[in-house]
């Protein structure tokens, strides 16, 4: 069952939606758990165990942390012991975090990359004819395991970092942890964003409700119009990508990326449709990424809960540490401001993007996509001394429209170059499309109708092409600051439900579902 499913839309959710109503306030989160257990039961069977198990970890670890912090600071210190007692509870205190924090990813690294490390291993034992091999298990991953796991870890630190006292209500930590909507394709949650209204159970409200429905029908739009009918063309393509020219690759990387995009934030919209209708406020994931002029800016507006996640659990943290802060000293010292500040941004953003990468799965093309994006950001943060100055001799206005332009298209072929690498059959797989691309460009792709043999008739291109710009149009309003939801929420009833009805036949006469079309699954629910 998927968030676009018939079965999700027209059954489990309303169902929810009324027994929620019809309980009363203080069982309501009770109902949400549940729901949310079902619901996981549904798409993972006898895997629910682990998020029990991990929920009931993570609540007992943050109370334990509680009390080691509420000890130190019930003790009564004098002035000659204090150093010692401080440095002996934070070790402690410390010691909990990591043993929570290692239980967590431990579990998510052995069941995610136990038998990927193993076989890199037997590859190396077997060129050196070593009799003993690594054991590979066949290892079942939970739906959405990277996304709570992620959860559990910013719970544990924040309580650490005493940002948020622990919950002492296993019920409010679970729901947080599994709330149905959020478990599949995140976005990832902290604790203090969704926690409390999860467990307020507040009423349905009509308000709610509609704009609720209306965020909906938007990610359906998106993921059953464009992404779904995008993804013949992208399987046809990736699946037997040696057949095809350069031009095709390009094609193919091109609608990838778009597919990716409508397919995962269709999704979230979905899902903040769906805690909308429930008076939960989900964060936003994107903001209008093919904006952006530089690769920073593009992860602050691509997966935006990951990106923050990253921010503020490895990249701070690594910053921060003794030895990076140490080293910015000596090096601005020796070699000047700028390569003081850039030395230590490269480890902690080395720390963030290997992270990255390995976060998105066992691959090396993963890994590849997590340096390609180290690479970029910090050689747009060493080069912006000599790009100021280049600007600057040439009289280049940065801030004019030509320059914004020639930004976001150099933005745009390196997205698409990454995501070409991202969505390749492995490593191998990328370099070779790769290569095509400047030893075999054939432009006759387009006079001999090859781009209409790859799945999608010249109408689905035209839909794709219309969606598109439909999509465009509300991202140009947006980076205006100006809310298309909240413009359809002030019509008049008759025109609004005439429009929502408009839309949702839209979606059923021109999605991408039934004969000749493939069975599209969640992209980001694999991760």
Known sequence: MSYASPLYLFVFLPVVLLIYQI???KHRWKILLLASYIFFYLISG???LYIIASTFSVHHIGLWLFSCKKNYAEKKITTNDKKALKAAYVKKCR???IFGIGMQIGILLFLKYFNFIGLNINSVLKMLSSPILVPVFKLALPIGISFYTLQAVSYLADVYWEKIEPDDNLGRLAVYMSFFPIIMEGPICRYKQTAQDLYQG?????NN???????????LFKKIVIADRLNLLV?????KHAQYNGFIVIVAAVCYTFQLYMDFSGCIDITIGTGRMFGVTIPENFRQPFFSRTASEFWRRWHITLGTWFKDYIFYPISLTKFVKKLGKSTREKFGKHIGQIIPSA??????????????????NYIFYGMYYFAIIFLGIAAEPLVQKVTSFLRINRNSILYYAF??????????????????????SGISMFKSIFFGFKLSAVTDGSVLRLGLSIQDFAVVLFGFVVVLTVGIFHEKGISISEKIAGWNIMFRWSFYYATIMLIIIFGAYGDGYLKAKLIYAGF
């Open 347 to 364: 480890i902690a953003l080395f720390g963030v993007w290997s992270c990255n990468g390995l976060w998105h799965g066992a691959a090396w």
């Open 407 to 428: 930004q976001t298209v150099k933005m745009l072929i390196i997205i698409f170059t990454g995501e070409l690498f991202f969505r390749a059959d492995g490593m191998r």
């Open 202 to 206: 507040k009423s349905l409200e009509y």
């Open 209 to 219: 409700i509609t704009l609720g429905i209306q965020r909906i029908i938007w990610g």
């Open 95 to 97: 010691g909990i975090l």
């Open 23 to 25: 309980a009363t306030q």
């Open 235 to 239: 399987e046809t393509v990736f699946n």
């Open 46 to 48: 006898k895997l629910l």
